[in-house]
């Protein structure tokens, strides 16, 4: 059977990945083993391609070298220089300031259509991309704290570690944000991940939490904290979380840091109904405000992942230690 030798191989390798992993495999494992099975499969199963003549294997494969072309560039090059992919793009870490201020890439530029279309513009794309970045100070959301400062997993990490990654001064903190997001509603799974598989016996404890004034600000696009603001308004019914709108011309983590804003705007959910006022004035929220905006376009959300930026002590402009 072509299924003897791909089986065989494949529970070598699942052997070692549950030695590796104490026992542990989530579906994101499970379906790299499963389809391990099936290209190596095709390998030991003999097959000949159809016949073709030589000017049709030709035209075959121009079509599939432009195709193959034009997917690597829009997702290697593409994707992060225009601004729709951050989490899981090529960039994913290189630690590369995508939004907010000039990047930090030696040859191309990152997150144009956020800077582009950050005020003006056609309205679908300011829809997408506009409103700078925000520095959320407070909250008391679930939601908010599993990814943002519940996915601050440095506690968990071996003392060796972080103490390379202060040497480096990147803050000896190591925040799992993608993990955070990626697993929000896989708490078994993630239980099951190399970072935590061994670190407690209740899968809920990884992110959970809640805290009305966090440790740490958090600097973000506006894109994002309406899309956080929108799972938080599916899943709870009192909530407020406070932020910040950051002005243009400020481009650096300092900067954001240490930014005195003249308003704060403090949005609440009491019994699902919301309100949003300005601090300290009291004033109500205009009405484009972006805590009051619906969530970003579903076409966008499928590809734009970013990564929130904690605005730590002591560290200056370096980046925090995440995946």
Same mark, same amino acid.
């Given at each position: 059977?072509?299924?003897?030798?791909?089986?065989?191989?494949?529970?070598?390798?699942?052997?070692?990945?549950?030695?590796?992993?104490?026992?542990?495999?989530?579906?994101?494992?499970?379906?790299?083993?499963?389809?391990?099975?099936?290209?190596?499969?095709?390998?030991?199963?003999?097959?000949?391609?159809?016949?073709?003549?030589?000017?049709?294997?030709?035209?075959?494969?121009?079509?599939?070298?432009?195709?193959?072309?034009?997917?690597?560039?829009?997702?290697?090059?593409?994707?992060?220089?225009?601004?729709?992919?951050?989490?899981?793009?090529?960039?994913?870490?290189?630690?590369?300031?995508?939004?907010?201020?000039?990047?930090?890439?030696?040859?191309?530029?990152?997150?144009?259509?956020?800077?582009?279309?950050?005020?003006?513009?056609?309205?679908?794309?300011?829809?997408?991309?506009?409103?700078?970045?925000?520095?959320?100070?407070?909250?008391?959301?679930?939601?908010?704290?599993?990814?943002?400062?519940?996915?601050?997993?440095?506690?968990?990490?071996?003392?060796?570690?972080? @103490?390379?990654?202060?040497?480096? /001064? %990147?803050?000896?903190? =190591?925040?799992?944000?993608? !993990?955070?997001?990626? +697993?929000?509603? $896989?708490?078994?799974?993630?239980?099951?991940?190399?970072?935590?598989?061994?670190?407690?016996?209740? @899968?809920?404890?990884?992110?959970? /939490? %809640?805290?009305?004034? =966090?440790?740490?600000?958090? !600097?973000?696009?506006? +894109?994002?904290? $309406?899309?956080?603001?929108?799972?938080?308004?599916?899943?709870?019914?009192?909530?407020?979380?406070?932020?910040?709108?950051?002005?243009?011309?400020?481009?650096?983590?300092?900067?954001?840091?240490?930014?005195?804003?003249?308003?704060?705007? $403090?949005?609440?959910?009491?019994?699902?109904?919301?309100?949003?006022?300005?601090?300290?004035?009291?004033?109500?929220?205009?009405?484009?405000?972006?805590?009051?905006?619906?969530?970003?376009?579903?076409?966008?959300?499928?590809?734009?992942?970013?990564?929130?930026?904690?605005?730590?002590?002591?560290?200056?402009?370096?980046?925090?230690?995440?995946?």
């Amino acid at each position: 059977s072509t299924y003897v030798i791909p089986t065989v191989v494949v529970a070598a390798i699942a052997a070692v990945f549950l030695r590796c992993h104490e026992g542990n495999m989530d579906a994101s494992g499970f379906a790299f083993l499963a389809y391990s099975v099936l290209y190596l499969r095709s390998a030991f199963a003999g097959y000949e391609p159809p016949t073709i003549d030589k000017a049709g294997r030709k035209a075959v494969a121009v079509v599939v070298k432009s195709y193959a072309a034009i997917l690597a560039t829009s997702y290697g090059f593409i994707a992060p220089i225009v601004g729709v992919m951050a989490m899981a793009s090529s960039t994913m870490y290189g630690n590369v300031f995508q939004f907010g201020g000039p990047t930090n890439h030696y040859v191309v530029p990152t997150g144009l259509f956020q800077a582009w279309f950050r005020d003006d513009g056609p309205a679908w794309l300011v829809d997408a991309f506009g409103g700078g970045q925000v520095r959320v100070e407070a909250s008391n959301s679930s939601s908010l704290y599993r990814m943002l400062q519940g996915a601050d997993i440095s506690a968990d990490q071996p003392p060796h570690a972080l @103490a390379i990654l202060e040497a480096t /001064g %990147s803050s000896g903190k =190591y925040y799992e944000f993608y !993990a955070s997001r990626n +697993y929000f509603d $896989r708490p078994d799974d993630h239980q099951a991940t190399a970072l935590t598989s061994s670190k407690t016996d209740d @899968a809920d404890d990884a992110f959970s /939490g %809640s805290a009305s004034a =966090y440790d740490v600000a958090f !600097a973000m696009p506006a +894109y994002e904290l $309406r899309r956080l603001l929108s799972i938080a308004h599916h899943r709870e019914t009192d909530y407020f979380v406070e932020y910040a709108r950051l002005p243009r011309d400020l481009t650096t983590l300092t900067a954001w840091k240490t930014y005195r804003a003249p308003a704060t705007v $403090r949005y609440v959910v009491q019994d699902g109904l919301a309100t949003c006022t300005l601090l300290p004035s009291g004033d109500d929220c205009a009405k484009d405000e972006i805590a009051l905006l619906p969530p970003p376009p579903s076409w966008l959300r499928t590809l734009l992942h970013p990564y929130p930026l904690p605005l730590l002590d002591g560290v200056g402009d370096h980046f925090v230690c995440t995946t």
